[in-house]
């Protein structure tokens, strides 16, 4: 069985910084990503990284301040957030995709999801 588990949310500060994990049990992926859902908006893409760790990507609201980072041995991925706003206050979720040609920051391109964790950023 396929299970994403995040951790590593929270509250903080603006300016602050937050790490999130995300560990899979159940099988490998090509590639695994992190998207956000703030209230009352639709979910967003964030980031992601291929298994290879060859190809990176970032939503250009988050670039310079957010690294992704995975851990093969573990199966496990990370979200690093530095200098965090307010405006990156939302629900981030996990997400896992087999390979396949398909675009690596579109919602629909991931077959796995985490249950989500919050991060909120006070001014």
């Known amino acids: 069985q396929v299970q994403l588990v995040e951790f590593g949310g929270g509250l903080v500060q603006a300016g602050g910084s937050l790490r999130l994990s995300c560990a899979a049990s159940?099988?490998?992926?090509?590639?695994m990503g992190w998207f956000r859902q703030a209230p009352g908006k639709e979910r967003e893409f964030v980031a992601a990284k291929t298994l290879s760790g060859g190809s990176t990507y970032y939503a250009d609201s988050v670039k310079g301040r957010f690294t992704i980072s995975r851990d093969n041995a573990k199966n496990t991925v990370y979200l690093q957030m530095n200098s965090l706003k307010p405006e990156d206050t939302a629900v981030y979720y996990c997400a896992a995709r087999p390979p396949a040609p398909r675009t690596p920051m579109a919602l629909e391109s991931y077959d796995y999801w985490g249950q989500g964790t919050q991060v909120t950023v006070s001014a």
């Open positions: 159940g099988r490998t992926f090509y590639a």
